[in-house]
């Protein structure tokens, strides 16, 4: 058994002080508060939260940050540079990358990550001898990393949508798509889920994959977590309703593929109608306010999604930074810019979206309660960035770098903000510049 002591704690009832936690093969097995301090426990600093869920990853984008920012544009011409990176890599370089995005993640307090994967096959589009040879990497190098992995194997089949329709795949979108949705599926269910790996599908977005496909999305999925890339651009919403008549979140509703273990990530450019389908299905909404910022996309309309019963997740999406407590704030503060007014949320909705397990297929996750995996990361409060803060409202001041340990699983990945692969920032450098040599 392993026993940690908190000082400050985040349990499902709210803040605790002075909780004691075992745990046993992984699991907690004890959840004290207002408990004597132990001497056989390890004291954990600051605030302990559970363990973080970043729900919308694209590992490969790490290498893009600070290479973007140059020539201005939009999310369409940002696409051409995240398109040359994709073009250049095969599994070796991206089991590198993908390791050193998912320590990083670890450091941020991350315990398991959601992958929208895309980049399937070589350059040409010709699926690799190993088919899931770049799914496999992604699993290794999250194993590596110490952080569980749901890998959300993208469908991926057109090159846009017009008014007149599906457009051909461009010669980089070719190694993102299989033949077709036969074909897709063929190749997921060669994916095999293990202790530290699930397996989920995705809808990569309406303009990608045509409606004739959703269905065997669906049934792919099951009932495991389907994410689809939702109303992130206007110009998408415009092409959609062109073509089909409706939005996409009109779309996928008419098309049977939302529901309580739909995610639909961005959703950022909804109707009312859209908001209320959603609400409806159940879905997950995932919010990615960094990158909605970046990309110049938009603000979503997270009040408005909360109020109609949408639960709603965080990403990191293409990882302008990683840092959760960075993707909370983003929500709060754009819903204050454009309501004018503060608190939009309570700090513990805020915390319940750090816990957006259940949408990548970790409902046993996200909690410090007994039963959960021992998943639990600990933030200082002494830091210049975190003194003087009150424990419950932490959350407010605290950024990836006052994350000081990191337990998943009950083992150790982070412990006084170092990870146990050693130097991360060494490891990013290096898959980085491996990632973009010709």
Do not use: C, K
């Given at each position: 058994?392993?026993?940690?002591?908190?000082?400050?704690?985040?349990?499902?009832?709210?803040?605790?002080?002075?909780?004691?936690?075992d745990a046993a093969d992984g699991r907690f097995t004890g959840v004290r508060p207002d408990a004597a301090p132990d001497g056989d426990a390890t004291r954990l600093p600051g605030l302990v939260l559970p363990g973080l869920a970043n729900c919308h990853s694209h590992a490969f984008h790490r290498a893009?940050?600070?290479?973007?920012?140059?020539?201005?544009?939009?999310?369409?011409?940002?696409?051409?540079?995240?398109?040359?990176?994709?073009?250049?890599?095969?599994?070796?370089?991206?089991?590198?990358?993908?390791?050193?995005?998912?320590?990083?993640?670890?450091?941020?307090?991350?315990?398991?990550?959601?992958?929208?994967?895309?980049?399937?096959?070589?350059?040409?589009?010709?699926?690799?001898?190993?088919?899931?040879?770049?799914?496999?990497?992604?699993?290794?190098?999250a194993a590596d990393a110490g952080i569980r992995l749901t890998l959300l194997d993208a469908c991926y089949l057109a090159g846009g949508l017009g008014a007149d329709g599906h457009r051909p795949l461009d010669d980089v979108q070719r190694r993102f798509a299989d033949r077709d949705v036969d074909a897709w599926a063929a190749r997921v269910e060669?994916?095999?889920a293990d202790a530290n790996t699930r397996i989920g599908a995705a809808i990569?977005?309406?303009?990608?994959?045509?409606?004739?496909?959703?269905?065997?999305?669906?049934?792919?999925?099951?009932?495991?977590?389907?994410?689809?890339?939702?109303?992130?651009?206007v110009a998408e919403n415009d092409a959609c309703v062109a073509h089909y008549g409706m939005t996409p979140t009109a779309l996928l509703d008419d098309a049977g593929v939302l529901g309580p273990s739909t995610t639909a990530v961005h959703a950022t450019h909804l109707t009312d109608a859209d908001i209320a389908h959603l609400g409806r299905s159940a879905a997950t909404v995932c919010l990615c306010p960094t990158t909605e910022r970046d990309l110049g996309d938009g603000i979503g309309p997270a009040r408005a999604l909360a109020d109609a019963g949408v639960p709603l997740s965080l990403g990191t999406d293409q990882h302008a930074?990683?840092?959760?407590?960075?993707?909370?704030?983003?929500?709060e503060l754009d819903e204050r810019l454009q309501a004018q007014q503060r608190g939009r949320f309570r700090p513990g909705d805020l915390v319940a979206m750090l816990g957006g397990h259940g949408s990548i297929g970790w409902s046993d996750a996200g909690r410090l309660e007994v039963g959960a995996r021992a998943d639990l990361v600990a933030v200082r409060l002494d830091?210049?960035?975190?003194?003087?803060?009150?424990?419950?409202?932490?959350?407010?001041?605290?950024?990836?770098?006052?994350?000081?340990?990191?337990?998943?699983?009950?083992?150790?990945?982070?412990?006084?903000?170092?990870?146990?692969l050693g130097d991360v920032g060494r490891l990013l450098q290096t898959g980085i510049e491996a990632a973009w040599r010709d």
């Open positions: 058994m392993t026993r940690w002591f908190a000082e400050h704690a985040w349990l499902p009832g709210g803040p605790a002080g002075n909780v004691l936690l893009l940050r600070g290479r973007t920012q140059g020539g201005g544009g939009t999310f369409w011409t940002w696409r051409e540079q995240m398109y040359a990176l994709a073009a250049r890599l095969d599994p070796d370089r991206y089991l590198e990358l993908a390791r050193a995005a998912y320590a990083e993640m670890a450091l941020a307090g991350i315990t398991a990550v959601g992958e929208f994967h895309y980049l399937h096959h070589d350059p040409s589009g010709a699926p690799y001898a190993e088919p899931n040879a770049m799914g496999r990497a992604l699993g290794q190098a060669l994916l095999d990569h977005s309406v303009r990608a994959v045509p409606r004739t496909a959703f269905a065997a999305v669906r049934a792919v999925a099951g009932d495991r977590p389907l994410h689809a890339h939702v109303s992130e651009q930074v990683i840092d959760l407590f960075e993707e909370l704030r983003g929500v830091s210049v960035r975190t003194a003087g803060s009150a424990a419950e409202q932490a959350i407010y001041a605290a950024t990836a770098a006052d994350v000081d340990t990191v337990i998943v699983d009950g083992r150790t990945v982070v412990s006084g903000g170092a990870h146990v």
